[in-house]
């Protein structure tokens, strides 16, 4: 059930979109150890966004997941900004990320709950 939201302010072409989505869901996957088809992935793109005061290239992440290892959002942080600076030419220091590990009967799927 991981999910990564990335809103930016940069206009992502409809060619740039799977491909950056799919690159993120792979790595997602393999940061959490979890089965990609568990994975979704959301892009947010061309949003109004100010950061330290500039409306120069910048992004943010939501990272959630059940069971999100906390003494790993350093290497995952390291992970995905390399990601976004080398798919979209962000600069890590314009890129903020949010880790989240929802309580497990606070997260639906398929007509339940996890917990």
């Known amino acids: 059930m991981p999910l990564l939201t990335l809103i930016t302010n940069l206009d992502v ?10 690159t993120l869901s792979t790595l997602v996957a393999q940061l959490l150890g979890k089965p990609q ?21 910048s992004a943010y992440l939501q990272l959630k997941s059940l069971g999100l290892p906390e ?3 350093t ?14 030419g ?14 497990r009967h606070l997260w639906g799927w398929d007509r339940g709950t996890f917990g």
């Open 13 to 22: 072409t409809a060619d740039q979109q799977t491909p950056l989505l799919s």
């Open 90 to 103: 962000i600069p890590a220091n314009r890129i903020y990320i949010e880790f989240s590990n929802p309580p």
């Open 71 to 73: 003494d790993s959002t």
């Open 37 to 57: 088809s568990y994975v979704m992935t959301i892009l947010q793109d061309n949003q109004s966004m100010l950061m330290g005061g500039t409306d120069e290239p």
């Open 75 to 88: 290497g995952f942080s390291a992970a995905l900004c390399d990601t976004i600076t080398e798919q979209l």
